[in-house]
């Protein structure tokens, strides 16, 4: 099994939740500056993988219905990404999960 660097894995959920970010920043929201905690940084890029999901979603069954204009290379790279980042995200939260019973199961 592979070993995996926390640093190399936070690095690459960083990346992952700027490149997920949608295109349009929505009207009523102002930009946000970078999150500035770990909790800050773990919603943000929860939010954009839910997007991700979604908008593959939404392409998904507007190509089923034939009521969108997108290929289906473009749905079937959208719902990759979309699964791409939701198990990155599963891995960190199976990382987290292992870490806090590695620090519980410490002796005092």
């Known amino acids: 099994m592979n070993e995996i660097n926390a640093n190399d894995l936070l690095s690459q959920i960083r990346t992952l939740g700027r490149d997920l970010q949608p295109t349009q920043a929505p009207a009523q929201a102002p930009a946000q500056a970078p ?17 991700a999901q979604q908008q593959a979603t939404e ?15 473009e749905v079937m790279i959208a719902s990759q990404k979309a699964n791409l980042s939701f198990r990155a995200v599963t891995e960190v939260r199976n990382k987290l999960v292992s870490a806090y019973q590695d620090i519980m199961n410490m002796p005092v």
């Open 35 to 51: 999150a500035s905690n770990f909790g800050d940084m773990l919603k943000t890029t929860l939010n954009a993988v839910n997007d």
């Open 59 to 73: 392409l998904k069954i507007g190509f089923e219905t034939g009521t969108t204009d997108k290929s289906l290379a």
